[in-house]
């Protein structure tokens, strides 16, 4: 995703058709792992072009700060560049920034008021993303210290040197991830659990074979045991459903556990988690945030 980034123009970001012709409907049914990757690339490079974009067209309103000293230098894996500013420096924008590993700072002979600005015969800017940034004290002066790639347009010292402006854009530390996943298949990961969600005809089997084994004596116990939390019918459904397919050894499942907002999914994930505790079954759960640890 780096390198895509650094290789667009601000013309490419500002244009709304670049991908135009080659961002697809994702379709509801894959025919391949490899369908189901593939149908995802373009479209988040097409996402990222859009946050770029955005932020962009509020350059004026963007964090900024003065660059101290920048200059180029040659590593194992190529160019790389070195910049230093004042620490706490960056200044602008509605909320307070610190910089970080992803984020996509325009570096710029002056602090652009518009994108048009940028476009204009002159001036000097380009794209960077943060690799490392490290805090440091010189001569008594408290700097942060930037590790960075650039766009490939830049080849010199002399040219970096000509940008004494650093602009922040967005972070596109999350999208590098989606984008790294969506690379594995190439490098002959496991995906035997996309392989199966993605079998349509393998899953329903399995859902009609699994319908038929929930009811057992264990089972029925920990339902009664569950009762003083007052799961709906539907949520009894989903323990049921779920710890039946945890028990099956024979063959790996996935269930999806959908909602709105307000449905009770937090308190079913509860359930089936205590359900599993009960069977004495060691389980791994990621959250997105602690506010289901804390329900």
């Not at 659990?193 to 005809?201: A, E, G, P, T």
Request: contains cysteine; negative net charge.
């Amino acid at each position: 995703m780096e390198k895509i980034v650094l290789s667009w123009s601000i013309e490419e970001i500002c244009n709304q058709d670049l991908y135009k012709d080659k961002v697809k409907k994702i379709p509801l049914e894959f025919l391949s792992v490899d369908e189901y990757l593939e149908s995802y690339t373009l479209p988040l490079i097409e996402e990222t072009r859009a946050e770029l974009f955005s932020s962009l067209e509020t350059v004026s309103e963007a964090p900024y700060a003065e660059i101290q000293q920048i200059a180029l230098r040659n590593t194992k894996l190529g160019l790389v560049c070195n910049m230093d500013i004042l620490a706490d420096s960056f200044s602008g924008g509605t909320d307070e920034y610190a910089p970080n590993n992803g984020d996509v700072l325009l570096l710029s002979s002056l602090k652009p008021n518009s994108i048009e600005v940028l476009i204009r015969y002159g001036v000097t800017y380009c794209l960077a993303v943060v690799k490392k940034v490290v805090e440091r004290e010189l001569d008594e002066v408290v700097m942060k210290q930037f590790t960075m790639s650039l766009s490939p347009t830049i080849t010199s010292t002399d040219e970096i040197q000509r940008c004494t402006c650093a602009i922040y854009l967005t972070s596109i530390v999350t999208n590098s991830r989606i984008w790294r996943a969506l690379q594995y298949y190439g490098a002959d990961q496991n995906f035997t659990l996309l392989k199966k969600v993605l079998s349509r005809h393998e899953m329903e089997q399995r859902m009609w074979k699994n319908a038929g084994e929930q009811d057992n004596p264990e089972m029925t116990g920990l339902l009664e045991q569950l009762m003083p939390v007052d799961l709906n019918r539907s949520q009894l459904e989903a323990v049921k459903s779920t710890i039946s397919a945890v028990q099956c050894n024979k063959s790996s499942s996935i269930k999806l556990l959908w909602g709105p907002p307000g449905t009770g999914k937090t308190k079913t994930i509860g359930a089936i988690l205590w359900s599993l505790m009960q069977l004495q079954i060691r389980t791994i759960t990621c959250a997105p945030n602690p506010i289901p640890l804390k329900s």
